[in-house]
T-cell receptor, first 115, second 111 residues
Framework: AQSVTQPDIHITVSEGASLELRCNYS??????LFWYVQSPGQGLQLLLK????DTLVQGIKGFEAEFKRSQSSFNLRKPSVHWSDAAEYFC?????????????WGLGTSLAVNP | DGGITQSPKYLFRKEGQNVTLSCEQN?????MYWYRQDPGQGLRLIYY???????QKGDIAEGYSVSREKKESFPLTVTSAQKNPTAFYLC??????????FGPGTRLLVL
């Protein structure tokens, strides 16, 4: 069965430091992959997505992610974190089995940013 | 402007009461989804609809019901059979392929 694992439940970084959030997936075919961000008490906002082509994907807010098929990973990166990046981050893979258009979600990584 | 709206922002339910959460979208999306979010448990799919007048159960449909009479609207009813309804409820609609766009959420609390 398809699954998404975000190994880090909580990460703390200093403002200005680089960031990498990990995401591993299990999916038989070529996956559609997504990263979303959620601020406290808010809905989720799409950061970026990968469907095909260039394995390095650029998103909003200065984020990027790299699809590595050999490692079944889709890690999210940002070169310099801002205090406003403190939020919950979710990785997801599209489940296209049986023509059902659903997303399989990781449990999320909570990011704290120290001033 | 286009988007997804959810109302109310906060909702209080009394014992034995059914309550309905509203979700409306003007993005012309065919697919709509309802999720429940509890601390530490990520997003769990309650119901989804890929087209008007059709919907499917998600992973935790017990105690919930939905309707999809219009493309723009996908209301969720939390019935009295849902014994632990306190959670944050998120509605989403689906662009293509598989990209979902989320509303601001409704927090349901039990009195």
């Amino acid at each position: 069965a398809q699954s998404v694992t975000q190994p880090d439940i909580h990460i703390t970084v200093s403002e200005g430091a680089s960031l990498e959030l990990r995401c591993n997936y299990s999916y038989g075919a070529t996956p559609y992959l997504f990263w979303y961000v959620q601020s406290p008490g808010q809905g989720l906002q799409l950061l970026l997505k990968y469907f095909s082509g260039d394995t390095l994907v650029q998103g909003i807010k200065g984020f990027e992610a790299e699809f590595k098929r050999s490692q079944s990973s889709f890690n999210l990166r940002k070169p310099s974190v801002h205090w406003s990046d403190a939020a919950e981050y979710f990785c997801a893979v599209a489940d296209n089995a049986g023509n059902n258009r659903k997303l399989i979600w990781g449990l999320g990584t909570s990011l704290a940013v120290n001033p | 402007d286009g988007g997804i709206t959810q109302s109310p922002k906060y909702l209080f339910r009394k014992e034995g009461q059914n309550v309905t959460l509203s979700c409306e979208q003007n993005l012309n999306h065919d697919a709509m989804y309802w999720y429940r979010q509890d601390p530490g448990q990520g997003l769990r799919l309650i119901y989804y609809s890929q087209i008007v007048n059709d919907f499917q159960k998600g992973d935790i449909a017990e105690g919930y019901s939905v309707s999809r009479e219009k493309k723009e609207s996908f209301p969720l009813t939390v019935t009295s059979a849902q014994k632990n309804p306190t959670a944050f409820y998120l509605c989403a609609s689906g662009g293509g392929p598989e990209t979902q766009y989320f509303g601001p959420g409704t927090r349901l609390l039990v009195l």
